[in-house]
Each structure stands twice: as structure tokens, then as C-alpha cells.
């Protein structure tokens, strides 16, 4: 099994609607991403956790929303999809280092188109 | 405004040449950096981790610098295979949280 489990990988959905991406992880690792990936603009973070208790918004939070329901999940939700939201979804977990972010371990990706 | 650049979006070069890599950032002052591979469709791999006081960092085939002076960092694949024919990724390690370049596809023809 995978270190970091995304759910679901793909998922297609329209205008309006509610959607949850959700991650789990085996590598007992406090900090726990979100990225979205676009052709051409790399991976851009949009909320990052260091315990189930501090959350934080990256450069792109606008539009989502997190919960970290315990050490080892960390769910992304778009409230209400929009087109512009369709993307390469990833979420990672790290171990942080002496004052660094550590090596990121992703997972699989979940590819969200909306409509 | 902060911006990190990877050197064109894609790379060819012949089996057996030294692939190099640049990224560039400005308005940043990262104490680290990092590399990652990314394969089409999968995660982010990691690479190489390279501290602000250390000028290069090796792993096998592979060799990193980094100089904070010209706020660049370069990645070399040396005896490059097909094999490594994939997008690599630099990352500015800000303490908190890796901020990425866009990528530079690097394809290696046999």
C-alpha cells in the first residue's frame, strides 16, 4: 500500500457543487500539503498543517477549505466548484529537518475536472 | 515580486550527454533547496536536498549546486539514460513550506 493515499484520483463534477479530496497517510509525519498543479505554473500550495490543531493557508486558499481530522488525514473541500478549480490535486506529507521543511512524499494525485 | 524560474520548459539531449538544469529565483532567501522528479500522472519524487553553505551536493549520477549569490541553482545528470527522461521540479525550502519552480521536461533520446 501506498505511504500516501489520495481519494478518489479522478473525479468529474459540475458548477456549484461540493466536492472532497481526501488524503491519508502510513508515515506518522506531523505536517501534512495540499498543491494543485496547472500545466505551465507548477505545484502551488493551498493550505498546510504541522498538527491536527494548526492549520495554514498557502498561496492559494481562496476557494478551499481544510480539515485535519487526525494525525494521519488532512481533507481538502471546495465549497462550491468552479471551472477555474480543475487541476492536478496533490497532497503530500514531510518530516521537517534541522529548520527545514524536510523531503515532501506525495501521493498519486487526484485529477478534479469541473464542468 | 517573488519568482523562482527553471530554464526552458523542455530538455533534449542525447544518451550519454550531462543534462543541466537551471533555477533561478529572485526576492526569495531560502536556506535550502530541493529537487524532485515527477513522471507523467504521478507524485513528486525526491531527489536531493542542498544546504545554503554547502556549493554541491552529489547522489550517483546526479549533482546539485547552489549559489546564493546569484540566486541559482544548477542540476546536472551526468551519463544521462531514456531512463531519465521525465519533468524535474526545484523547490525553495522556506522552513515552513517548499515552493516550486514550473519545471523543466527533460527528455533523453537514445
Known amino acids: 500500500d501506498a505511504d500516501v493515499t489520495q481519494t478518489p484520483r479522478n473525479r468529474i463534477t459540475k458548477t456549484g457543487k461540493r466536492i472532497m479530496l481526501e488524503c491519508s497517510q502510513t508515515k506518522g509525519h506531523d505536517r501534512m500539503y495540499w498543491y494543485r498543479q496547472d500545466p505551465g505554473l507548477g505545484l502551488r500550495l493551498i493550505y498546510y498543517?504541522?498538527?491536527?490543531?494548526?492549520?495554514n493557508k498557502g498561496e492559494i486558499s481562496d476557494g478551499y477549505s481544510v480539515s485535519r481530522q487526525a494525525q494521519a488525514k488532512f481533507s481538502l473541500s471546495l465549497e462550491s466548484a468552479i471551472p477555474n478549480q480543475t487541476a492536478l490535486y496533490f497532497c503530500?506529507?514531510?518530516?521537517?529537518?534541522?529548520?527545514?521543511?524536510?523531503?515532501?512524499?506525495f501521493g498519486e494525485g487526484s485529477r478534479l475536472t469541473v464542468l | 515580486s517573488q519568482k523562482i524560474e527553471q530554464n526552458s520548459e523542455a530538455l533534449n539531449i542525447q544518451e550519454g550527454k550531462t543534462a543541466t538544469l537551471t533555477c533561478n529565483y529572485t526576492?526569495?532567501?531560502?536556506?535550502?533547496l530541493q529537487w524532485y522528479r515527477q513522471d507523467p500522472g504521478r507524485g513528486p519524487v525526491f531527489l536531493l536536498l542542498?544546504?545554503?553553505?554547502?556549493k554541491e551536493k552529489r547522489k550517483e549520477r546526479l549533482k546539485v549546486t547552489f549559489d546564493t549569490t546569484l540566486k541559482q541553482s544548477l542540476f546536472h545528470i551526468t551519463a544521462s539514460q531514456p531512463a531519465d527522461s521525465a519533468t524535474y521540479l526545484c523547490?525553495?525550502?522556506?522552513?515552513?513550506?517548499?515552493?516550486f519552480g514550473s519545471g523543466t521536461q527533460l527528455t533523453v533520446l537514445p
Open positions: 503530500a506529507t514531510s518530516d521537517p529537518g534541522q529548520g527545514n521543511t524536510g523531503e515532501l512524499f
Open positions: 498543517s504541522f498538527d491536527v490543531k494548526d492549520i
Open positions: 526576492n526569495y532567501s531560502p536556506a535550502y
Open positions: 542542498i544546504r545554503e553553505n554547502e
Open positions: 523547490a525553495l525550502d522556506l522552513a515552513r513550506q517548499l515552493t
